[in-house]
DNA sequence: CATATTATTTATCAAATGATAAATAACGGT
DNA sequence: ACCGTTATTTATCATTTGATAAATAATATG
């Protein structure tokens, strides 16, 4: 049975003049063609996380309570959907301040990266992002090769520039960086990935607050790290 | 031992006396029948690794060259299967003396974390166990559930109570187990499953010894724990 | 109101997929 | 060497499932 749609939902989109009073079975009418792709996309989102990518097209039509062919008409295949699936969380949910918020030196460098690992694990640790992502890292290794080299790229490396830079170590172009040094770092990330497996593949909630862990983790990186890093520069 | 047989294939058991050269295409003939079922396990817990449960049986029936209906001789249903896998990896590695091996207040506690996690970590950084429990855990919450519970009774609550005794703090049943305390057994934990996700998931080879790994993680945790401890008794 | 447009549904296909029943053939016992 | 047992295959079923084409009906426009 249909459950009688609610008022949170698309409900009320498009209901422009008469106020047309639709029988109650029923979905929604004509609605704009981007508001309905939005509507599926973000349904998409959330079904997918909840079944994995070999979740039926069916189910998820009877979700947004449309027929199943409508959803064709939006999006040629399944893997089409699955796509904008990818786009809309790992790369809609990137913030592109990050990059400059690691870096910014006017801030002290603990507080800069406590700052983005609240930001980018409040991003990350959803029931959505941590689903989808271990979903499609079983899939296939393409996807997340291309996020794990960004994230490399646009976080760990520059997180180890600007640790050296703060305990006058060579730069990175005079001293490649260290096994070591990332392997910290790796740990780090870890550590606040795992929160999201716990509470969303796992099923178990947290006892303590995220922040909070957040902070005790950079704490502790840091402290650490200083045993690893590479001598100083005699200049 | 199921594994006895065989240094790569079945080609060559059950070749009794008359040594038959069947055709080659072809796959053995009448194998006994608990043989058959090993071997078909043991592809199985490869095959469903490798490809999710979601794998047709056909497709590791062609693995296995034999056809598919074979399958059902041997299993009643695909499910069975999978319960089979389960079976064989999340119960068959683990290892009856991890329990003494981690209270044997014999050995100095350092050392038989080490010892422990290094053993642990032999089991369950495979491919198969690494992915298999991450593919369980998406598909049902119940599997992992019983299974982190049994952890959490047989290594974290027993490292805690060793813990505390090392450093002569009051006993669990006189102070119940921290958040903290837990917290961070979860961490050393993450951090060591964290790295088979890096590997057989994420696909990305690590670059530094595991055993060297253990090693410092258990020296950061240790380390690290003397600071959330309860205070000590004052008996 | 009449008509064109098109969002949505209905009907349906073809391949895939778990499972079953009957036919076949390899092996052991006598 | 024969024969019964049974491991294995062949043939097939019933659903499921991604996808397509045609029919329907809601909306806009003149």
């Not at 497996?197 to 178990?204: A, E, T």
Request: hydrophobic fraction near 45%.
């Amino acid at each position: 049975m249909l459950k009688a749609f609610t008022p949170t939902e698309e409900s009320f989109v498009k209901q422009s003049a008469k106020a047309r009073p639709r029988s109650a079975t029923r979905g929604p009418p004509r609605l704009d063609p981007s508001q309905r792709e939005a509507i599926i996309t973000r349904e998409a989102v959330a079904f997918f996380a909840e079944h994995g990518f070999e979740g039926q097209t069916r189910e998820l039509a009877k979700r947004l309570r449309i027929t199943q062919p409508l959803l064709y008409r939006y999006f040629p295949t399944k893997e089409a959907l699955i796509e904008r699936v990818y786009q809309e969380v790992f790369v809609g949910r990137w913030k592109a301040s990050w990059g400059k918020l690691i870096t910014d030196r006017a801030e002290p460098l603990k507080s800069r990266l406590t700052q983005f690992y609240r930001e980018y694990a409040e991003a990350i640790l959803t029931y959505e992002w941590i689903r989808l992502f271990m979903f499609a890292a079983l899939k296939d290794l393409g996807l997340n090769a291309r996020y794990l080299k960004m994230l490399r790229e646009r976080v760990f490396e520059k997180v180890i520039v600007e640790i050296r830079a703060e305990y006058a170590r060579p730069p990175i172009a005079q001293l490649p960086i260290t096994v070591l040094e990332i392997e910290m770092v790796w740990g780090l990330h870890a550590a606040i990935f795992y929160l999201g497996v716990r509470q969303f593949i796992y099923g178990m909630p947290l006892e303590a607050d995220v922040n909070s862990i957040i902070d005790a983790k950079v704490t502790t990186f840091l402290s650490g790290i200083r045993c690893i890093l590479p001598a100083k520069s005699r200049v």
